[in-house]
């Protein structure tokens, strides 16, 4: 896996004909994975809203006007019986966040456990609950956590026009605690906010070139949200949305980029048409969120999932991702 990709080449990558780069990324995807399997996953938010963050795109932000009301931790018993329901529908991967900037030392304890309630169930494991300390993340480390979702969001360019309240500096910083506890990284972005192909070359090429590529990789297509920030600018912009093709061709150069990562189409896939979802599953894309709702959004159900699996051919994933795979093979040789 190379890690030394240049700007210039990811551009390269994004100016080929369509069907060249989908050729390429199919070719890197079916070296990888299995063609006809898409990873199932579940995301839940377990601590909605009352963020002190002012990420432009979020309606759980306390500088928002969303109407989106803050609510504290749930329960360990309901996140555990929305987890066995997923189990139930067939995810594979349950994934919490929590409307926070950090975790307080005094949340961990729950978090922990809701970990091993989930580990138990036989599910893997995500959470994303805003910036880790290294105790923190040990912490998660150590109660059997698969994976820390901490997204980028967009390029260094633009991150400063989107967020305000925390650097493209801290987010690395969390994401190297994480690598750095053993935890799986799951890091990706929002394209749609109003930037520029160079913008989302920048956003690919910051992932593309970490230490570790991610062993997940989210690409947002952004919901713009009334009474935020972005989802007001944007609102009467119908050009500032990212269109079908331009998005297809980010998920098949995040493909080529980060040939063993799991690259998942996240939110915004509900307003996509089944050709748009089929374009990109070609290009690469091998897991979704499943389910009504994705935090606070809407996502497209699992009856339309199923239905779309059955038209396209298309299974759950039943092995394990290939990253994680190769990382318990080196531990075996070692």
């Known amino acids: 896996m190379r890690r030394d990709w240049t700007r210039e080449e990811i551009a390269e990558l994004f100016d080929l004909p369509l069907t060249e780069l989908l050729f390429r990324a199919a070719e890197v995807h079916r070296a990888n994975h299995p063609a006809d399997q898409v990873q199932l996953c579940t995301l839940l938010s377990i601590k909605t809203g009352g963020c002190p963050e002012d990420c432009g795109y979020c309606s759980q932000s306390v500088k928002a006007d969303s109407g989106v009301a803050a609510t504290k931790l749930m329960d360990v018993r309901e996140v ?55 105790g923190q993340a040990e912490m998660l480390a150590e109660a ?44 990706g972005g929002i394209v749609g906010m109003g930037e ?11 992932l593309a070139t970490l230490p570790r590529h991610p ?41 080529i980029t980060m040939p063993l990562s799991m690259v998942r189409l996240s939110a915004g896939r509900e307003s996509m048409s089944e050709s748009t ?45 290939p990253m994680r795979a190769c990382a318990g093979e080196a531990l075996v040789r070692a």
């Open 80 to 134: 555990l019986q929305s987890a066995a329901r997923a189990k139930d529908a067939g995810s594979q991967r349950f994934c919490m966040g929590a409307a926070w900037r950090n975790p307080k030392d005094r949340d961990m304890p729950a978090i922990v456990e809701i970990v091993k309630g989930v580990r138990a169930l036989g599910l893997e494991t995500c959470m994303t609950l805003g910036m880790l300390t290294p």
């Open 144 to 187: 059997g956590l698969d994976y820390y979702n901490h997204n980028i969001d967009t390029s260094p360019e633009r991150y400063g026009d989107v967020i305000t309240t925390r650097t493209l500096e801290d987010r690395l910083d969390t994401l190297e605690n994480v690598r750095s506890a053993g935890i799986n990284v799951c890091s």
């Open 215 to 255: 062993e997940s990789v989210p690409i947002n297509a952004l919901v713009p949200v009334k009474g935020t920030v972005l989802g007001d600018m944007l609102a009467d912009t119908p050009m500032a949305k990212i269109d079908d093709i331009e998005f297809v061709r980010t998920v098949a150069v995040a493909r």
């Open 277 to 321: 979802q089929a374009l990109c599953f070609l290009a690469g894309a091998n897991s979704i969120f499943t389910g009504d709702k994705l935090l606070t959004a809407g996502n497209a159900g699992d009856d339309a999932d199923a239905a779309l699996f059955a038209k396209l051919g298309l299974k759950a994933l039943a092995g394990e991702e």
């Open 196 to 206: 520029t192909r160079a913008d989302r070359v920048g956003f690919i090429h910051t």
